[in-house]
């Protein structure tokens, strides 16, 4: 059995980087979204050209990323959503919803602090994890059935 | 042509009243989650007993809500989605993504200031409104062709 | 806003009667399966003609009642299956198993003693009852709001 | 033509390994639960932190273990599932109504003393089986179209 | 709960009537294709204007009546499918493999001789009816729960 | 049996109004876009609000249509297409396509000289008129089973 | 681009090695029924055990034989039926509506004879061919755009 | 993340070479229509026996197109559509709304002359390309996420 992992969510750490070193070993592809801000930003003006209009600016950067997170969750077997502690985070519930309405399993991994706020998220979710290692531990109890420690 | 819409969202301020009031007269059915906010924070463990831990306090309150929200969804045409300016409105972007996975049409009501963090939503949206009067009027264009002025 | 509720499960005490009653008034259409113990495991030799196998009695039997089932189940956004405290009830928690593969909203209702055996078929559920008259107020709760007490 | 068989339900008796073993050189990928009956309770405390709830102690980890079992039924062509002698086993039932739902061919494996409990279950599957044996001998015959003796 | 029910098939007798009638009275709405066998054949040269190939004068009727045909199968719980004792009944076939893949409820109605024949199409069905009054003692069955006698 | 037919294509003859007129009498609801060329091209921004960029002014618009048009082809049993002589009606083609994908049941209505370049969306039809009239007539014949003289 | 194309229907005559053989080269991989007659009537019975009635006898071996068909159809891109001028052949036919619901593009291979009778099951063909060589013509033309001669 | 493109529409240029060289290097699989015209045109009546009236020669061949065009559409994950500057195209606009309608990402190339007439076309892509360098260019973002320059 391989696991196609997609890991949404939060850009600015290195939470990615942590669960893919922790699950070297494992039977696990992993996918996940452009993770430079710029690139993702300015990638439909860049390549289809300029836009007066802000709005637009962002529409066109915005369509072609779906591109990609369409697909990664498309071929996800579990959608890990990461929250972290600033900005609105919007597209990573977005793809909560997304994933769930296609009935992948969902794990999200955030801080307590976002218990209440992320409770219709969490409902949807098959496990609410805090740390990117307790991520790897489900990925491998889920292939391999042993547990930490 | 009936149209269901289902109001997703801010549940602080009354733009549903204004767009059900606004679509008098329209064969529009409205649906929406429940929007006492006491209510559906509580409604787990008023139903089904108290927890001492405030996570299993929310969980179960937000899935009894999800019974109401996904039928509310599933049977849309048209899901509106309001983002207030206001709390981190996770639940609100959650269901635009179940919305859009699901392949319903979606308008996103909000303020210019979000335009930038919402831009992945909006990219799934076909129309993005500032106000419930537009909405009003989308709904009375796509049901009777007819336009504002 | 009309919820089709399908009642699976145990069937020799009233909580069918229970819920249907409690929810009196509510905009709820109720289906279930056949309850008459008797006809349900002949149906199919009743009609169909006799066997002299054990095995193929019911299975024409458990057939001809698949096509109830089935369609309750499909028409159902709401699948309650309750589990008593006698026999295996495998047909119970095969509906429910059904039932969540096909997205249904699930309502578990079962006395304390089966927690731990019904483990999974929990996890699949968005809540637990212990009472028939908890099962209305989570109908009540769904399409209007309203909490007891 | 390479079969993808999902071996779900009894975890106390080496029948998958009998099957495992008998269908060697036969074009078959297995996959199964995690069958480590400890490690299966205990996985949603021992990865995410302790509950004093029984309950949400074994709804963790039904959650979790739900990670592996959809994606192992949701990959699978075939799906055995063995109902022993002892224990509710409602999961297994639950997995053969889940299975069911989405349309994977079924095959139960049982004594005859469960045969009337098990009509409905039987009555979605395409085989009854008695023993591993059997089983094996079905693989086999759909693979390479050979029949024992 | 109305069962919507298709009567595909032979069309030379009038078992399609006894079923209707036999049905009186119970929650049944029943749809079948055009049973006017001349205009079936030649429906689309009818309408579309002749062909020199009696190949497209048969295509263009058999298309059109596809509508009609596909329309009554997705609209339906229950396909009762009847082969009779002349013909080769391809299109009986075609319909029940058509309405087993949909998910739909089978019921074969066929004469003892045609058994070996359609063991494969049987094997898909609920129920293997011998006479219209057994078609109509399920449909009874499967709305009311009450037995024949 | 009711028939959902959406009416697609050319707006500038009045083909929509004959065939609603001759069906007058027949089980059929009829549903379209909205046929008001400049209220079409301009509802985006006469709702939404301006637009400086000729392409942004069209997509606005396209998108508010599309919550109409996907509404009217997911709802439809039979999808009519229409050619006329004049413009690109690549949405016509795209709307074809759309309602293919969808299995919708397809009847295409275009001019003798369209054949060579409708040979793909014909092939996808099951059936191709020249006349309103002729669609008329297969819907009465679908409904019905009557053929005209 | 590999083609998975399953070779249904009748099996007392040497086409489908012909398919196979003159398909060399092409990037095809094939699938098709258990072909040994005496096999694919006693496999039910020779694995799971004797039946005293025939019909059950048949019954258990076609429900087997089912597990080899589904898996064959669903996997197929490409399903080509053939009737041949002996037997019912409702299997095939069967077979041919249930891949047409799934959307697989259907070759029909049949002698002029059957047309009539085969109208239905060729209008939602995409070819109807006479000989082997058409269907390895029609793959290598799909494949690789060549034409014969 | 493999990539699967599927390039469909204008057959006179080079466009699709062009794509396929700027692409190398990238983890993309690309499928396209038979692009030999006088093959496209008549590999219905080549393979399968020549016919009379030209409607029936153009529709033997669409459907025998119509194996591999499917088969390409439905592998994809994106779906690129050209249009050009000569021929109805419609054929290229009814791929564009399949695709659509399976949810493949889209991205129309086309001139500028035709934005007005494709706007419907547009509004149900991801991108807006007019150049094959700008569509090489969105496929290394999407899958390397790296931008030109």
């Given at each position: 059995m391989t696991l196609n992992v997609y890991l949404s969510g939060e850009i600015h750490t290195d939470w990615r980087d942590q669960i893919i070193e922790g699950a070297k070993g494992l039977n696990v592809a992993f996918n996940s979204p452009v993770t430079d801000h710029a690139a993702s930003d300015d990638c439909g003006v860049e390549i289809?050209?300029?836009?007066?209009?802000?709005?637009?600016?962002?529409?066109?950067?915005?369509?072609?990323?779906?591109?990609?997170?369409?697909?990664?969750?498309?071929?996800?077997?579990?959608?890990?959503?990461?929250?972290?502690?600033?900005?609105?985070?919007?597209?990573?519930?977005?793809?909560?919803?997304?994933?769930?309405?296609?009935?992948?399993?969902?794990?999200?991994?955030q801080p307590p602090e976002h218990d209440h706020a992320l409770k219709e998220v969490n409902a949807a979710a098959l496990a609410m994890a805090r740390t990117p290692e307790q991520v790897v531990q489900i990925l491998r109890y889920v292939l391999e059935g042993s547990l930490p420690g």
């Open positions: 289809l050209g300029a836009e007066d209009d802000k709005y637009w600016h962002d529409h066109k950067g915005a369509m072609i990323n779906a591109i990609r997170t369409r697909k990664g969750i498309a071929d996800a077997d579990v959608v890990v959503v990461r929250f972290g502690d600033k900005y609105k985070q919007w597209n990573a519930a977005f793809d909560a919803g997304y994933a769930s309405a296609l009935g992948k399993s969902l794990i999200i991994l």
